[in-house]
């Protein structure tokens, strides 16, 4: 049951806590008080760390935290072309926290020219000798948040070729970073799962949407931007109902979009969101095919209290009551800081959870 390729018996969604001296050089370079070398100096001797602790861990997929960016999806969607910051009336609403103001606006034909995560990417490969990862967001998440997206109107009237659009940016995009050495890219999909949500459903009904078809356009979107990829390279995606400072924006089974997740959709693997019963049961996962796999999301990333292994082992035979366990793997539920703001655990809880995600996975799957 050794696997030798991505997505592995442990791994682990992307985002990393961000250490103290890269908050700090952040925010001396927000005032002007430093300039954008002296930040990527900080940037990169960080990273170069913080890979060396994932391999410490006994990672095989290497990630540089997210550490350039300061939210999940923002920063690649900017870098698109007719793609622009938005700053918004007010933040969105999660369970217990308001995120800051900060979106996205279309003010122009959507594509893709190049962008900066491609160096970014090229830095973690260039630093690690295990399989550097990469983590994007899924294309859903130029469209899916509850706060509706400004749309040039002149440019797009419709928005049916906006997603065409769309999917032709994230193809390029996609192949960029393969043309860069890429083989092991996540999709990061929350809005997919946010459709499991009853509540959103109808946010997005109040604002114009039919959330019946908007599973079905998005993974269409998802199919479109992996195309063109390499015949040896792994695309995962990961299902999240929202992590900003350790609360979440929705909550729901995966049922409610179990057909559009395993029957339409053609990546290789899912991240799936399962720490708490905000996910539902494990019986979606008797759809789940058999050149797939799923990564369980049983470890929360949102305290720092460490699970017991005897549980997570349980919890792992339950899933494997829906489908085989050698299509099975562990990692946390999300991301340890899906922005920079960071969830609320130190980072020696971070790293506890992240060996002992390593040491449940050679125990059941013996490596």
Known sequence: MHRTKPPFRADHVGSLLRPAALKAARERHAKGEIGVDELKAVEDREIKDVIKKQEAAGLQSITDG????????????????????????????????????????????????????????????????????????????????????????????????????????????????????????????????????????????????????????????????????????TVTMHLCRGNYKSTFMGAGGYEAVQEVLFDRIKVHGYFMEYDTERAGGFAPLRHLHKDRLAVLGLVTTKSGTLESKDTIKRRIEEAARFTDLDRLCLSPQCGFASTEEGNTLAENDEWAKLTMIGEVAREVWGN
């Open 66 to 233: 997210e550490f350039r960016r300061s939210w999940w999806h923002l920063d690649f969607l900017w870098g698109l072309d007719g793609v622009e910051k938005h700053v918004m009336d007010t933040g969105i609403a999660f369970a217990a926290v308001t995120t800051r103001n900060e979106g996205v606006k279309v003010t122009g034909k959507i594509g893709f020219s190049s962008h900066p995560m491609i160096e970014h990417f090229k830095f973690v490969k260039a630093n690690t000798t295990r399989a550097p990862k990469l983590t994007i967001p899924a294309p859903s998440a130029l469209y899916g948040r509850p706060v509706g997206t400004p749309i040039d109107k002149s440019v797009y009237p419709k928005l049916d070729k906006l997603f065409d659009d769309l999917g032709q940016a994230y193809r390029k995009a996609v192949r960029a970073f393969a043309d860069a050495g890429c083989r092991y890219l996540q999709l990061d999909e929350v809005f997919i799962a946010m459709l499991c949500d009853p509540k959103y459903r109808q946010q997005m009904k109040d604002r114009g949407d039919d959330p019946e078809a908007l599973g079905p356009i998005y993974g269409d979107l998802i199919n479109m931007a992996i195309s063109d990829i390499p015949s040896d390279m």
